[in-house]
Structure formats: C-alpha cells, structure tokens
C-alpha cells in the first residue's frame, strides 16, 4: 500500500469515526464515546490504537461480535472493590462507567478497584488512565489482550500485549503518564507497518512461529509472535496484568481471549480500573506541586550523548498533541484507503483530506 500521508483536523475525523459506528449499528451515545477514545490516540500520536483501529471496530461490529444494546452490570460490590459484567457491550462504553464506578469508590474509601470481564476493545489505556486522573486521582488502568506474545522460554502465544498505565495530573493537567504494553511494541504498530508497505520491522519487535527474532513484517503478521519487553521481564508483568484482570476478575483468560480482529464472536476481555484518592494522603494541590517539582528533577538531569534533552513519561504525547491539533492528524493512505472502503460500504460519505500539514487556527 501507499506510504503516502494524508491530513485531517480532530473535529472532522471523529464527525467521521461517529458516522461509521453508527452506520454499522451502534447507538449515538455509545458511538460518540468510541469515536473520541480513537480519535483521542491519533491525536496523542499512538497511531496504533488511534482511528486506524476503526475499520476493525466497525467490522466486529458487522459480524455481531458485539452486543450494541448492552447496558452492563454490577456483579458484586464490597466496600473498594468492585466486579462489573460488560455483557460483550462496546469496551470504550464499559470503560466509561467502570471508570465512573472507580472514582465514586475512590471518594467513599480512599481508593477503588473495578474489574471489568466479558469486555471489548477500549483503545489507547492512556484515555481512560486520564478519565481517572482528571479527577484528582492516581489512575491506572490493566487489561489482557490476544494471545500473541510467548511466554519467555516459549514459541506459542500465551499472553497478550497486556498494557499497564499509570498517571496522575500535575499543575496545568499534565504531570505524568505511563501507558506501555508489556511487549516491546503493541500489534498495532506491526499492523500500521503493513499497511504502509514496510517490508522489515525494527530488530527486537517480533519472532516467527519457530521462536526466533524476525524483522520480516510479513512474518510477524502471519504466524508471528510479539517479543515481551525486557525478555523474562516483560513476560512476568505481562502475566501479573493477566492476575490482575482476568483471573482476580473470574472472566477469560490467556488462550480464552479474542482480539480486536475477532469476528463473529465475542472477544471477552479483561479490565482493571484503579482510582487512588490524592487528597488522602495529602492537600491536591501540595501533591501536583510535588509530582512537578519531581518531573524538573529528571529533565534537569545532564543529556546523554546524541540526545537534546530528557523526557519523561506522556511527554511525547502531549508535543505530539499540540502539534496535530495545529497541523492536522497524519493517516497513512493505506489505512485512509481501508476506511473509505468501508465507508461506501455503509453509504458514509468520507471527508476530503490534505496531502500536506494543515495550519489550523
């Protein structure tokens, strides 16, 4: 496919992410809230669970792998702690209300656990870490995935990408935020790699079905597995996740879980949500003056060669976020291509896109 990049202001994209969820079923409110989680990561430049994920959001839904009129449910609730049944709905929708559910506890007893099970794709962890954080709490959000990543040691897909975030907000709303998968890169970014045409993939991303190190991104596309970050490292964080969400929430786990590319049938993932009140241990405001005073340390810190300075977690993201809302949201024309597709498929008239960076007042 074409390497070329096309551009597109935030408010056109998610008009457009809407009209396509609701064209293939899913109620307004509930389509809205997908659309801005996606658009969300375009913007924040996680390309990998940003709009390009949208053809496959649209196709799941299409072949009845979701249930669009799912409201959810309570399972248990016992002081902090908190067991929510997605019954298969949207996961950006179940994302929402268990994040709704954590903050609430979090207020009423210090900190709130939800675990979400027989959920669905959420995106990008960074949104609903931030949802969380917003509020004046430590966020940090878990799910397990596809089983695309060996265990260390293994050749077979036992684990998914299984990401963890973590964040807080400092003075202004930034701070810090961790968002990382357990792997060294998510699925994601092998996808976008063919999508582009990329013939190779960096060193240390991926391994074929033999268990060896593979930079071929057709290999690791098809029969290919994800290497866990870190070696043995990656592995047992990425197994501490899967505690955490499916097996401590009684939902799927390992093997029993679907992907994002699972048609026809439900994906059944797992969630964690956990909100820490801020204002138990100290005043917000003498937290987010701490939280900053720690991140000047860091970056005060000396670069080392072939580096201008140091960042620190969610930096990246927020640049990248000033910098496309000004000049526009990049799509790959290969990913751009896809949506059309569907988009006439469903009779969505597609919006008209830049070849060059927009200048937005």
């Known amino acids: 496919m074409s390497e070329e990049t096309l551009y597109f202001p935030e408010s056109v994209l998610t008009v457009f992410a809407r009209q396509l969820l609701e064209a293939a079923g899913a109620p307004a409110p509930k389509a809205a809230v997908m659309a801005d989680c996606l658009v969300?990561?375009?913007?924040?430049?996680?390309?990998s669970h940003g709009v390009q994920l949208l053809r496959y959001y649209v196709e799941q839904i299409e072949a009845g792998g979701v249930n669009l009129t799912a409201e959810g449910h309570v399972i248990s609730e016992s002081g902090a702690c908190l067991n929510y049944d997605g019954e298969n709905g949207l996961g950006a929708v179940v994302s929402e209300r268990c994040c709704g559910h954590a903050v609430r506890l979090a207020r009423e007893h210090g900190a709130g656990i939800v675990i979400a099970r027989d959920s669905n794709h959420f995106g990008a962890a960074a949104f609903w870490g931030q949802r969380i954080s917003s509020e004046g709490m430590v966020g940090i959000v878990m799910?397990?995935?596809?089983?695309?990543?060996?265990?260390?040691?293994?050749?077979?897909?036992?684990l998914g990408t299984n990401p963890i975030c973590v964040t807080v907000a400092g003075t202004?709303?930034?701070?810090?935020?961790?968002?990382?998968?357990?792997?060294?890169?998510?699925?994601?970014k092998v996808y976008r790699a063919a999508m582009?045409?990329?013939?190779?993939?960096?060193?240390?991303?991926?391994?074929?079905?033999?268990?060896?190190?593979?930079?071929?991104?057709?290999?690791?596309?098809?029969?290919?597995?994800?290497?866990?970050?870190?070696?043995?490292?990656?592995?047992?964080?990425?197994?501490?996740?899967?505690i955490f969400c499916g097996?401590?929430?009684?939902?799927?786990?390992?093997?029993?879980?679907?992907?994002?590319?699972?048609?026809?049938?439900?994906?059944?993932?797992?969630q964690?949500?956990?909100?820490?009140?801020?204002?138990?241990?100290?005043?917000?405001?003498?937290?987010?003056?701490?939280?900053d005073e720690l991140v000047s340390r860091v970056k005060a810190?000396?670069?080392?060669?072939?580096?201008?300075?140091?960042?620190?977690?969610?930096?990246?993201?927020?640049?990248?976020?000033?910098?496309?809302?000004?000049?526009?949201i990049?799509?790959?024309?290969?990913?751009?291509?896809?949506?059309?597709?569907?988009?006439?498929?469903?009779?969505?008239?597609?919006?008209?896109a830049s070849h060059s960076p927009l200048r937005l007042p």
């Open 172 to 188: 202004g709303g930034k701070g810090w935020l961790l968002d990382m998968a357990t792997t060294t890169v998510a699925m994601g």
């Open 196 to 242: 582009s045409g990329q013939p190779e993939i960096p060193p240390g991303w991926a391994m074929d079905s033999e268990g060896r190190p593979t930079t071929d991104t057709e290999t690791a596309m098809h029969g290919g597995l994800l290497m866990p970050l870190g070696g043995y490292k990656g592995s047992g964080l990425g197994m501490m996740v899967e």
């Open 301 to 328: 810190t000396a670069p080392a060669a072939g580096y201008d300075e140091v960042l620190v977690a969610g930096e990246p993201e927020w640049r990248a976020e000033e910098d496309r809302r000004r000049t526009g």
């Open 247 to 270: 097996v401590l929430g009684g939902g799927a786990m390992s093997t029993d879980v679907g992907g994002v590319r699972t048609r026809g049938r439900a994906t059944r993932i797992s």
């Open 40 to 47: 969300s990561g375009s913007l924040r430049g996680v390309d």
């Open 143 to 158: 799910c397990n995935a596809t089983p695309l990543v060996a265990p260390w040691q293994g050749r077979e897909g036992r």
């Open 330 to 352: 990049p799509l790959n024309a290969g990913v751009w291509e896809e949506l059309v597709k569907a988009a006439h498929r469903l009779g969505v008239t597609p919006p008209g």
């Open 272 to 291: 964690t949500f956990i909100a820490i009140d801020v204002a138990r241990f100290m005043p917000l405001e003498q937290f987010r003056a701490r939280l």
